[in-house]
């Protein structure tokens, strides 16, 4: 099979075919996911948590980041990898991200990186792109922030947080961005931003209405041991094994049939 590439995601949107994505942090279950026929692989900074058991992903340093990514895309032949920018190495100027998304690419094997935030990254994702650098941008509940945003909190439930995050969005694709993770956002607002953009969306409990979806693998695997998101779903619970747990993400994906109500978030207080 051909390699998944920025046109075939593009391509993929078009069409109405739903985008699949699976974070990795090592070369077997890297060469696993790609094995299942996953579209995209992250190597996140969630490894932080999911990896090292951190409560958050801010001390993951640059170097961690290249450390897995290279193991990651030792077993990715087909799938398209991204790389997550991790906290302070983008946010004090574009020539510090520039440095930064270098080694992540040219040491870590990343096709594209992911950076937090809207509007006040814009001049650093121009920066990027106007440097041959792919840029995934990432909107809703951004990890990073965590503390600025009092926890792991939905974003965009009241009309001016959802009316910021929808801008913010549109700025990131007039900036270059050719990706967008939403994270946390209620799912009419998720939607309605899928159909602003030219761009993919990707959605982590932001419901079935974006173009594609991921999910932290040590949550859809069910072997992280602290609580597991709303918006995340144990895939291993009646699989047979670790392959067939990936191969049903994939398909309940692709079907739509994933996310449900029950894994997504709402305006009203009433549907949780």
């Known amino acids: 099979m051909k390699p998944v590439t920025l046109t075939t995601l593009k391509e993929m949107k078009r069409r109405g075919e739903k985008i699949t994505c699976l974070t990795a942090y090592d070369y ?15 190597v996140g900074d969630s490894l932080g948590m999911v990896i090292q ?3 958050s992903t801010l001390p993951v340093t640059v170097a961690e980041m290249v450390y ?3 193991c990651v895309a030792r077993g990715v032949k087909r799938a398209f990898l991204y790389v997550d920018m991790p906290f302070m190495s983008y946010q004090e100027s574009p020539q510090r991200a520039l440095a930064s998304a270098g080694r992540l690419m040219r040491q870590g094997g990343a096709k594209m990186v992911k950076l937090e935030g809207g509007e006040p990254m814009a001049e650093t994702v121009r920066f990027l792109v ?3 650098i792919p840029v995934c941008a990432h909107l809703g509940l951004i990890p990073q922030s965590v503390h600025q945003l009092g926890g792991y909190r939905v974003q965009g439930r009241e009309a001016a947080d959802a009316k910021r995050i929808r801008h913010d969005a549109k700025v990131m694709q007039e900036s270059g961005a050719s990706l ?3 994270e946390a956002v209620p799912a009419e607002l998720a939607k309605t931003i899928t159909g602003d953009l030219a761009i993919p969306t990707i959605g982590i409990g932001a419901g079935k ?3 594609g979806q991921v999910l932290v693998l040590q949550d859809m695997l069910g072997i992280y041991p602290q609580p597991s998101p709303k918006f995340s779903k144990n895939f291993m ?7 067939a747990a990936v191969k049903a993400f994939i398909t309940a994906v692709k079907s739509g049939s994933f996310p449900g109500p029950e894994h997504s978030y709402y305006s009203s207080d ?3």
């Not at 077997?28 to 992250?42: C, N, P, Q, V």
């Not at 619970?237 to 392959?243: K, L, M, Q, V």
């Open 68 to 70: 897995h990514g290279k």
């Open 180 to 182: 967008l993770i939403l």
């Open 130 to 132: 106007d440097r041959g």
């Open 28 to 42: 077997s279950f890297a060469s696993l996911l790609d094995r299942a026929g996953i579209d995209t692989i992250l």
């Open 53 to 55: 058991g951190h409560d």
């Open 270 to 272: 009433d549907h949780g």
């Open 209 to 211: 209405d974006c173009d």
């Open 237 to 243: 619970e009646g699989a047979a094994n670790i392959d």
